[in-house]
T-cell receptor
């Protein structure tokens, strides 16, 4: 049973436009949500996070939105750049720091020239 | 910056061989994790450790074991490698970002091929 779902395996976006990556979760006990970016043959790198007490967090070109009632979060990248082409993983963490972090299956983002 | 170092980037082993994957972190983090990444399956947790000599099974522990004798080192062991264990293995260490979220810092990964 997938607790964190990324329903789009891939997404193609024109350079300069907005990229929107979506993530749904089922467990209402999740307290923090994170996005990671992964290039081939490298480990994932942390991008941005959001606490369940907020509905938006912004860091440069990256903004994460959280809709708790819908159990949905999204990552917006504006403007999209060629270096943004990667696999993006959504992750969720309960408040208990000793508990595991659950990852989605990832969305591969292609930025088109 | 937290650094998580995985000793082997690429390994090729034969079916039935014993395989050790080593991971070291330099920020005194208590929690460490082993994941594997496979196309279409995302990141799946194999084992994690809260502290020295402590370990917990993740979602797919079968065929694997782990060792945490020192705080900075977390080893993944494949007792008898099989072809379905061909994968990218990722080690991670847990800290906190500015907002207090539980952020995992990953190593570069170890690509294991079992023939």
């Amino acid at each position: 049973d997938q607790q964190v779902k990324q329903n789009s395996p891939s997404l193609s976006v024109q350079e300069g436009r907005i990229s929107i990556l979506n993530c749904d979760y089922t467990n209402s006990m999740f307290d923090y949500f994170l996005w990671y970016k992964k290039y081939p043959a490298e480990g994932p790198t942390f991008l941005i996070s959001i606490s369940s007490i907020k509905d938006k967090n912004e860091d440069g070109r990256f903004t994460v939105f959280l809709n708790k009632s819908a159990k949905h979060l999204s990552l917006h990248i504006v403007p999209s750049q060629p270096g943004d082409s990667a696999v993006y993983f959504c992750a969720a963490s309960p408040m208990n720091r000793d508990d595991k972090i659950i990852f989605g299956k990832g969305t591969r983002l292609h930025i088109l020239p | 910056d937290v650094k998580v170092t995985q000793s082997s980037r690429y390994l090729v082993k034969r079916t039935g061989e014993k395989v050790f994957l080593e991971c070291v972190q330099d920020m005194d983090h208590e929690n460490m994790f082993w994941y594997r990444q496979d196309p279409g399956l995302g990141l799946r947790l194999i084992y994690f450790s809260y502290d020295v000599k402590m370990k917990e099974k993740g979602d797919i522990p079968e065929g694997y074991s782990v060792s945490r004798e020192k705080k900075e080192r977390f080893s993944l062991i494949l007792e008898s490698a099989s072809t379905n264990q061909t994968s990218m293995y990722l080690c991670a260490s847990r800290g906190s970002d500015v907002a207090g979220a539980n952020v995992l810092t990953f190593g570069a990964g170890s690509r294991l091929t079992v023939l």
